[in-house]
């Protein structure tokens, strides 16, 4: 972490946090605590399981941001998470209606940033990444910073129980 002279100056710390779920108020609670004790200034949340009309409940008194894409409250979600008092200036926000990804352009201490949130399917599909890819290329996206789960291994012996190990890596 660093200390606040280095935030002065314009250091930001980033998370990125399978949270499987945060229907749950006690979890929830559990979640966003942990997150500020942390000193995260920016967090990037997936499977947060929420729908459109619960999306708000990702909120907390030291948060000043929040932007997200749903898909069902048992399924997907990603939410970007912006702690008060970072000087982050939105530009376009893109959310994926089926909850895999969320991302976020603007300004911070008047540096272009684009954050990028990705829930990838939990099967090989080589499209997913390259329709994000597209994405930043479409939108000439600058200074990117990605994030998220991205559900695949480098090395399925060490990454993958033995029944899991076979099957086919076009992702990698």
């Known amino acids: 972490m ?6 002065k100056n314009g250091g930001v710390t980033f998370c990125s946090w ?18 500020k004790s942390l000193k995260v200034d920016i967090a990037f949340l997936q499977e947060t399981h929420t729908k459109l009309q619960t999306q708000m409940r990702l909120r907390a008194n030291w ?12 399924a997907r979600g990603t939410a970007i998470i912006i702690r008060k008092g970072i000087p982050f200036i939105l530009k376009n926000t893109i ?25 990838a399917p939990n099967f090989d599909n080589p499209q997913f990444l390259k329709k994000i890819m597209d994405k930043i290329d479409e939108y000439n996206f600058q200074n990117v910073i ?27």
Not at 97 to 105: D, L, M
């Open 146 to 172: 990605l994030g998220g789960d991205f559900n695949c291994v480098i090395d399925s012996y060490l990454d993958k129980s033995i029944k899991l190990r076979k099957g086919s890596a076009k992702s990698k």
């Open 63 to 74: 948060i000043g941001q929040t932007y997200h894409s749903s898909f069902t409250a048992k």
């Open 95 to 119: 959310s994926d209606k089926e909850g895999r990804y969320t991302i976020v352009a603007g300004e911070i201490y008047s540096t272009p940033l684009t954050l990028i949130n990705i829930y």
């Open 18 to 35: 399978n949270i499987r779920g945060a229907n749950d108020p006690i979890k929830r609670g559990k979640i966003m605590a942990h997150l």
């Open 2 to 7: 660093q200390d606040n002279k280095e935030k």
